[in-house]
């Protein structure tokens, strides 16, 4: 199993860009999260999906951020415009499903830089 | 509003040391509490998950135990090794993961 795959790994951009991260679940996994992580905040929820249908979006600081799951195994989160205070590193993670014995399987993340 | 809060924030022992790690939380109407560990420039790692009827879980030389009534865990980790150093997560769910802080963890050669 590939395990889930987030892209870029880094990106860096400017202030005002159009910012996309990308992340391919684990196959058969009904549930999809996207996290933050700062050093001064730890790791906080963003959003997450439970069979392609947003739950949750409280954590979605700003209308900038945007997330959608186009398919059962693909989700994207853009940021628009981008913001130096957006600097963090994003992970995404899913699941067979929410609130069970089942973990959540988190990818590498992606670490997101705006100047 | 739940709050995890894990204590120590960081930790340095000599290999072999066997030593105890701990998470406290506010609300117990938790699903489950999970341990994960994170070595730097990764994602998280599922280490352990324990229900919220079970007492504790076991895996290798890692231990964790669940009080829910004082909202409490612990992860014990038996004979260290270098191997080990990374950041501990823990995590509880309730209708959604919250996270601590973590304890980074350093073990000596």
């Known amino acids: 199993d590939a395990g889930v795959i987030q892209s870029p790994r880094h990106e860096v951009t400017e202030m005002g860009q159009e910012v996309t991260l990308r992340c391919k679940l684990i196959s058969g996994h009904n549930s999809l999260f996207w996290y933050r992580q700062t050093m001064m905040r730890g790791l906080e929820l963003l959003i997450y999906f439970n069979n392609n249908v947003p739950i949750d979006d409280s954590g979605m600081p700003e209308d900038r951020f945007s997330a959608k799951m186009p398919n059962a195994s693909f989700s994207t989160l853009k940021i628009q415009p981008s913001e130096p205070r957006d600097s963090a590193v994003y992970f995404c993670?899913?699941?067979?499903?929410?609130?069970?014995?089942?973990?959540?399987?988190f990818g590498d993340g992606t670490r997101l830089s705006i100047l | 509003k739940q709050e995890v809060t894990q204590i120590p924030a960081a930790l340095s022992v000599p290999e072999g040391e066997n030593l105890v790690l701990n998470c406290s939380f506010t609300?117990?109407?938790?699903?489950?509490l999970q341990w994960f560990r994170q070595d730097p420039g990764k994602g998280l790692t599922s280490l352990l998950l324990i229900q919220s009827s079970q007492r504790e879980q076991t895996s290798g030389r890692l231990n964790a135990s669940l009080d829910k009534s004082s909202g409490r865990s612990t992860l014990y980790i038996a004979a260290s090794q270098p191997g080990d150093s990374a950041t501990y997560l823990c995590a509880v769910e309730g209708y959604k993961l919250i996270f601590g802080s973590g304890t980074r963890l350093l073990v000596r050669p």
């Open positions: 993670a899913s699941s067979l499903s929410i609130g069970s014995d089942q973990p959540q399987h």
């Open positions: 609300d117990s109407a938790i699903y489950n």
